[in-house]
């Protein structure tokens, strides 16, 4: 999926998304998922109203800084974040800045975002998480 073909995909207050995925390197929507949200060396963020694709360095606690992920991707206005995995701890602090969390697997960026379109993630509740 290239980002101009990219359908809109809408809250249910009729507002775009921003969708942030742990991801490998900076390859947008061609990147795949991290298996280790936490330590992953970048996230990938679509805005699915403008379609922006923007990747922004893991500059959190695990990559050298002094922020969790869940506090970096808030700062972000990230709405969603699809996953292939998340510690307990971590999918509290998005419940706390009410970013919702949808499970995935390892897979490309760009099909885990039809997926979401689709409807075909989990979101995930606090018994899906890793115990750290």
Not at 14 to 21: D, H, P, S, Y
Not at 99 to 111: F, L, P, R
Not at 112 to 122: H, M, P, T, Y
């Amino acid at each position: 999926m290239h980002a101009a073909y990219m359908p809109a995909v809408w809250n249910q207050n009729g507002e775009g998304m921003r969708i942030a995925f742990p991801t490998l390197g900076n390859e947008g929507l061609d990147d795949t998922i991290g298996e280790h949200f936490g330590k992953v060396p970048t996230y990938t963020i679509v805005d699915t109203e403008t379609h922006e694709v923007k990747v922004v360095e893991n500059a959190s606690i695990h990559g050298g800084g002094e922020i969790y992920p869940p506090e970096l991707l808030s700062r972000e206005k990230v709405d969603v974040l699809i996953c292939s995995g998340i510690g307990r701890k971590a999918l509290s602090m998005f419940q706390g800045f009410k970013i919702k969390v949808y499970m995935a697997g390892v897979k490309k960026v760009a099909d885990a975002l039809q997926d979401f379109i689709n409807g075909e993630l989990k979101e995930a509740c606090i018994e899906d998480g890793c115990v750290e």
